[in-house]
C-alpha cells in the first residue's frame, strides 16, 4: 500500500508539473479535473478521506498560485513581448520560474507523503499495539487461573487421606461436581526371582509366590486407584489389585474400599470406615510402592497378612502433622502415609475379605508423631497394638491327622500384639527399625494341637538416599529381620522361624520407573508344607516398578 501511495504522489506531482510547466497562453482547468479524479480514487477505496481532503486543499492552493502567476504574466506581456526578440530573451526567466515552481511543488507532494506515512503508521501501529495488549491480557488471565487450578486440584488428595482444602475453598473449585473430585493413579510392579540354594527342603516366602525354584518372571502387583472427596465431608478411596492374592494366584481383589467421614471443617477428626489398611506398625502402612524391600518383614506383617481388614477406625492429627504426613511420602522419604497421629477402633480380624467368624472384633489402638528439627531432618516414634480372638483353619497332616484346637473352642485362639516404631528418614542416611512382642495361634512341636503362644520379633533397616543433579536417584540398603512364633493366617498355624539377612538397592531413573534388585541369605521355616521344615537359602530377586 505505501508503495502504491508513493507512485501516486509521484504522478500527482509530475501531472502538476507538466501543468505548470504550460505557457500562460495556454491555461488548462486542471484543479476540478484533479479533484475529480482524486474523488473517483477516493470511491474505488485507493485513497482514504482524510488522504482525499489533503490532496484536494494541496491542489487548490496550487490553482491559486498558478492563476496568481498568469495574471503576472499576461500584466507584464506588452512589455516583454514587443517583438520576437524581446520574447525570446524574456522566455530564459519564464523557465526559472517554472523550476523553482516545480521544486516548490515536489517538495509539497513530498510532505504531505510523509504525513500520509506516519499517519497510516501511526493508526497501524496502535491499533496492532492495542491487539498485542489485549492478547497479553488473555494470556496473563489464563496462566494465572490455569496456575490457581494446579495449585488447588494438587491440595485435593493424596494417595491416603482426604483432602485438607476447607470447605469454602472446595466448593468454590468443585461446586456439584463430585466426579471432578475423583483421580486415579496405580503402579505396576514386574518382578523375577532366582533360588541360588536352598537346604532342608523347598523354600517358601510368606509374601513371595516368585521367591521358589518353580517361578520365573511374573506381575507381583498390579494396582489401580481411584480417590477423592466426593463431599466436603466426605472422603472415597477405592483400590484394586488385577494380580491380588497373597500367595500368588492372580484375579482380581479389592484391596481398599473404604469412606473417610470428616467431623469437623478443617479436617482434623475423621472416621475411616470400610476395607483398609489396619492402623498398626510402620511396614503394615507403608505402600508397597513406596517400600525399598521387596516384601514386608513377616514379624510385622503375621500380624495382619495382606495388611487389610474390614473396619472401624477414629483418626485425629491436626492440620500441620496431617500436611507433614503427607509431605513425607512426596519429598521422596517414602513414609507411611497419613493414617493420622492417633487411631483406635476394631476390625473383624480374620484377615483381607474375609468375613468375621466368632462375633468378636479386634480392637487397635496406635499413637505416632513426625518430629521435624531444626536442621530439616525427621524422626517418627510409634507405639500399637491390638487384640481379639482369631479363628484358624486346620487340615489333615500327613501321618498326624487334623491338629485339635487346644484352647481356642468356637471363639478361637488369643491373638494380641504390641508393637514400637522409630523411623529417621533418609537425609541422606535413614533407619528404620520395628519390633512387636504377643501371643497367637501356633502349632505344637508334634503337630497335634493348636495353643496360644508367645511370639516376638522385629527387623532393622537402613539405607543411603543419593539424589543426583539431574534428578536421578540411587538408594542402596540392608535389612536384618528375625521372627519366632506362629504364622495364623497358614493352615495349622504352623511356627515360624526366620533370621535373614538381605542387601540392595533401588535405583530411580525417572518419577515413572524405579529399578530395584536385592540379594537375601538365611533361614525360615516353610509354613505352607507339611512338615513345615527349616530351609537354609539364597535367592535374588529384581524387579521394575511403573508408576502412573
Known amino acids: ?115 500520509l506515512g506516519q499517519t497510516t503508521n501511526a493508526a497501524s501501529l496502535d491499533k496492532r499495539l492495542a491487539q498485542t495488549e489485549s492478547k497479553v491480557g488473555n494470556l496473563e488471565s489464563a496462566i494465572s487461573t490455569t496456575r490457581g487450578q494446579i495449585e488447588d486440584i494438587s491440595k485435593i488428595t493424596d494417595n491416603t487421606s482426604p483432602s485438607t482444602m476447607s470447605a469454602a475453598e472446595l466448593d468454590t473449585l468443585l461446586a456439584d461436581k463430585w466426579y471432578e473430585r475423583l483421580k486415579m493413579k496405580g503402579y505396576l510392579q514386574v518382578r523375577a526371582d532366582s533360588v541360588m540354594r536352598e537346604d532342608g527342603g523347598p523354600l517358601h516366602v510368606q509374601n513371595d509366590a516368585f521367591a521358589n525354584d518353580q517361578s520365573s518372571i511374573g506381575i507381583r502387583r498390579g494396582r489401580l486407584a481411584f480417590s477423592g472427596d466426593l463431599t466436603n465431608h466426605v472422603y472415597l478411596y477405592f483400590q484394586a489389585d488385577l494380580f491380588g492374592g497373597v500367595n500368588g494366584n492372580g484375579g482380581v481383589q479389592a484391596r481398599d474400599y473404604y469412606a473417610d467421614v470428616s467431623l469437623d471443617p478443617a479436617r482434623e477428626h475423621r472416621v475411616r470406615m470400610g476395607l483398609s489398611k489396619v492402623p498398626y506398625g510402620h511396614a503394615i502402612l507403608q505402600s508397597s ?109 500327613p501321618g498326624v491327622g487334623t491338629p485339635a ?16 516404631s522409630a523411623i529417621l528418614y533418609p537425609q541422606p542416611f535413614g533407619i528404620e527399625t ?33 539424589v543426583f543433579a539431574n534428578q536421578k536417584e540411587l538408594i542402596p540398603f540392608a535389612r536384618w529381620q528375625t521372627y519366632n512364633g506362629g504364622r495364623k493366617f497358614a493352615v495349622n498355624a504352623p511356627k515360624d522361624k526366620v533370621n535373614e539377612v538381605g542387601f540392595g538397592f533401588r535405583f530411580i531413573p525417572y518419577p515413572e520407573l524405579e529399578l530395584t534388585a536385592m540379594y537375601m541369605h538365611g533361614m525360615r521355616t516353610n509354613t505352607n508344607l ?6 537354609n537359602y539364597d535367592y535374588v530377586g529384581i524387579q521394575a516398578q511403573v508408576n502412573f
Open 405 to 420: 484346637n487346644g484352647n481356642g473352642g468356637n471363639r478361637g485362639f488369643t491373638d494380641a500384639r504390641v508393637g514400637i
Open 530 to 535: 507339611a512338615p513345615y521344615s527349616n530351609v
Open 289 to 397: 510402592q513406596n517400600r525399598l524391600a521387596l516384601e514386608r518383614p513377616e514379624a510385622i506383617s503375621t500380624a495382619i497378612e495382606g495388611e487389610r481388614d474390614f473396619g472401624v477406625y477414629y483418626m485425629y492429627a491436626p492440620y500441620e502433622i496431617r500436611e507433614r504426613f503427607k509431605n513425607l511420602v512426596k519429598m521422596g522419604l517414602r513414609g507411611s502415609g497419613d493414617y493420622g497421629m492417633i487411631a483406635f477402633g476394631a476390625f473383624a480380624g480374620q484377615g483381607i475379605n474375609k468375613p468375621d467368624t466368632n462375633g468378636q472384633p479386634h480392637w487397635v489402638a496406635r499413637a505416632t508423631y513426625p518430629f521435624e528439627f531444626e536442621n530439616g531432618q525427621f524422626l517418627e516414634l510409634g507405639i500399637q497394638g491390638y487384640a481379639g480372638k482369631f479363628n484358624t483353619t486346620t487340615a489333615p497332616i
Open 434 to 466: 520395628e519390633w512387636n512382642w504377643g501371643k497367637g495361634p501356633q502349632l505344637s512341636n508334634d503337630m497335634r494341637t493348636i495353643t496360644s503362644s508367645s511370639l516376638s520379633g522385629g527387623y532393622v533397616q537402613a539405607n543411603y538416599r543419593h
Open 1 to 115: 500500500m505505501r508503495i502504491i501511495r508513493s507512485r501516486l504522489s509521484h504522478t500527482l506531482a509530475a501531472l502538476a508539473a507538466a501543468i505548470l510547466a504550460l505557457p500562460p497562453q495556454m491555461p488548462v482547468m486542471a484543479g476540478p479535473a484533479m479533484e475529480k479524479l482524486f474523488l473517483l480514487m477516493k470511491a474505488k477505496g485507493t485513497l482514504s478521506q482524510e488522504e482525499y481532503d489533503m490532496l484536494v486543499a494541496a491542489s487548490r492552493e496550487e490553482d491559486k498560485e498558478r492563476d496568481k502567476a498568469v495574471a503576472a504574466a499576461v500584466a507584464a506581456a506588452p512589455a516583454t513581448t514587443s517583438t520576437p526578440a524581446a520574447a525570446g530573451a524574456a522566455q530564459p526567466a519564464s523557465t526559472t520560474a517554472l523550476e523553482k515552481r516545480l521544486a516548490a511543488t515536489e517538495s509539497k507532494v513530498g510532505h504531505l507523503e510523509n504525513a
